[in-house]
C-alpha cells in the first residue's frame, strides 16, 4: 500500500469558485500597475490550456485548481516580478528551477516576455496532468 501524499502546508485550502470575477477584481485592485499587463497574460495563458478551473483568492494570491487535481498554479505578484508557483511541479518532465518543498516548484516571471514564452506554456499544460494541493 502506497503511503498518502503529505499535503503543501498546514493552511486550509481556498474554497473554489466557478466565477473568475474575483480574479479579475484581484487583478484590478491588488496587482501594481507596472506588473498587471504579466498577471493579465498569464491569465489567460493559465484559463485557455485549462478548460473547467476553479479560482479562488486567499493570502493576497490568486489559485487556479481543477476538480480532480486541487489547486494546480498559484499566482502570486510583488513589487518586481511576479511567482508562479506550480503545486505538483515536482511532478513535470521538466520542472521549473525554483523551490523547496516536497512537491511546488516556481519560476519568477518580470516581463511579458517571460510570461508569454514556451516554457511557462509547457509548464502550464503540464499541471493540468499531476496532482496540486488538495
Do not use: C
Amino acid at each position: 500500500m502506497k503511503d498518502a501524499r503529505k499535503p503543501i502546508t498546514t493552511r486550509r485550502p481556498p474554497v473554489p469558485s466557478e466565477s473568475h470575477a474575483e480574479v479579475e477584481e484581484w487583478m484590478r485592485r491588488r496587482v501594481i500597475p507596472d506588473l498587471q499587463p504579466v498577471v493579465q497574460a498569464l491569465d489567460a495563458s493559465i484559463r485557455a490550456a485549462n478548460p473547467g478551473l476553479r479560482y479562488a483568492i486567499r493570502w493576497k494570491r490568486a489559485y487556479y485548481g481543477l476538480p480532480e487535481l486541487g489547486w494546480i498554479i498559484e499566482v502570486v505578484p510583488y513589487d518586481v516580478s511576479v511567482n508562479v508557483v506550480f503545486l505538483g511541479g515536482a511532478d513535470f518532465d521538466d520542472p521549473p528551477p525554483l523551490g523547496t518543498t516536497d512537491r511546488s516548484r516556481y519560476i519568477k516571471v518580470k516581463t511579458l516576455e517571460e510570461a508569454l514564452g514556451p516554457e511557462m506554456r509547457r509548464w502550464v499544460e503540464q499541471a493540468q496532468r499531476v496532482l496540486g494541493w488538495t
